[in-house]
Every structure is written in structure tokens, then in C-alpha cells.
């Protein structure tokens, strides 16, 4: 953090942080919210979502934080790009957002999951990468195929019965990386068959 406000500093370069994970950071690590640096905070959008926080992703609610001046313009371009969100959903959030455990306890949830998947891949030729916090694991396949991702993913959800997303989607030229992420927000049952699953690639 110090480091990009040292490289913004004397710039008009405003900040788009994305901080819909912010309470699912594992290992005791504390979440650093861009919002704790003011020369930062004062050029920043910091955007955060109640459906990844309260398991509601299908609803697509979320928020964005900014000084006053920042927050005139983005509602200028929020009015014609989604307007509201439908009267519902705000009050179930508001009545569920009335008790702090689902989010304080929001980190230990994951990162048993997080532990478990991670125990039983261990047993598998996936080479894994460091997962400090969200609820993605991303492994390397390269000792299994030599598939592009994209390809590779496919494979995986028709002939193993296991679906991955493709790192390369998330990148604008297709960049491939011979990297799949799973999603490890499922039940425990659901985690160990898949797990029994790609035990036997």
C-alpha cells in the first residue's frame, strides 16, 4: 500500500479496489482495506458485495465506498447502469446485517473448507497455489496435461465429473497459465467426492 501511494503520489490516477472479500482473509491475517490509507482512500472506489459476504451472490448487491466529490460522479454512471436494487432484498439484508456474527465468523467458515480441500489435493498430482484468503482454490495442472484451460476444464467436468473454472477466462488475450481454480463453498460431501474424484487422475 505504501508503495502505490508513493507511485499515485502528484498523479490524477484514481482507484477502483475491489474488496468483496474482505472478510474471508485466512491465517489471522488482517484484511488491508484500502480505505486505511488516507492518501489513498481520498482517490478511491472501495467496492465490496453482501452476496459474497452473506452467501447471496445471486441477488448482486453490493456497495461502493468514496469522498463525497467521487461518490457524485459514480452515481451519475450507477443511475443508467443499474439504478436500484429491488426493495426485498434490501430489507432481508438490512434485518440479517442486524446480527455481526455471519460475517465476523465469515473467515473460520472458509478456511475450514479451505483446509480440508487443500488436505485432500495434497493426495493428487494438482500443484497448489497459495490461497490466503477468498473461496477459490487455484491449482497447476501441468503434471496432468498439457491442455489449454480452457480445454483442460471441459476435460475435467465431462470425464471426471469435477468442475473448474479456467484462469485464462479472467485475462483479456486468453493468457494461459496451465492454471484451473476450484470452488471450495460447498458442502463437506460434496468437497470429498470431488476430492475422491481427482485423486484417481
Known amino acids: 500500500m505504501h508503495k502505490l501511494e508513493e507511485i499515485l503520489r502528484g498523479t490524477d490516477v484514481l482507484i477502483c479496489a475491489d474488496e468483496v472479500y474482505e472478510h474471508m482473509v485466512f491465517d489471522g491475517v488482517r484484511h488491508e482495506s484500502i480505505a486505511r490509507y488516507p492518501d489513498l482512500a481520498r482517490r478511491s472506489f472501495v467496492i465490496s458485495s453482501f452476496g459474497k459476504t452473506y452467501h447471496v451472490t445471486g441477488w448482486k448487491v453490493g456497495y461502493v465506498a468514496a469522498p463525497r466529490a467521487l461518490t457524485a460522479e459514480f452515481r451519475k454512471v450507477h443511475q443508467f447502469n443499474v439504478f436500484t436494487v429491488n426493495t426485498p432484498m434490501q430489507y432481508g439484508l438490512a434485518a440479517y446485517m ?24 495434497a493426495d493428487t498430482r494438482f500443484k497448489l497455489l497459495p490461497c490466503t484468503g477468498t473461496y477459490f482454490q487455484c491449482v497447476d495442472y501441468s503434471a496432468i496435461s498439457d491442455l489449454p484451460e480452457a480445454d483442460f476444464a471441459q476435460w475435467l467436468t465431462a470425464e471426471i465429473g469435477v468442475a473448474a473454472i479456467p484462469v485464462s477466462a479472467f485475462y483479456q488475450a486468453g493468457r494461459e497459465s496451465g492454471v ?7 458442502r463437506e460431501e460434496t468437497l470429498a467426492l470431488a476430492l475422491q474424484r481427482l485423486a484417481k487422475i
Open 98 to 121: 442486524a446480527n455481526p456474527a455471519p460475517y465476523l465468523e465469515l473467515a473460520a467458515f472458509y478456511q475450514q473448507k479451505r483446509d480440508y480441500f487443500r488436505a485432500g489435493l
Open 180 to 186: 484451473v481454480r476450484f470452488c471450495f463453498a460447498k
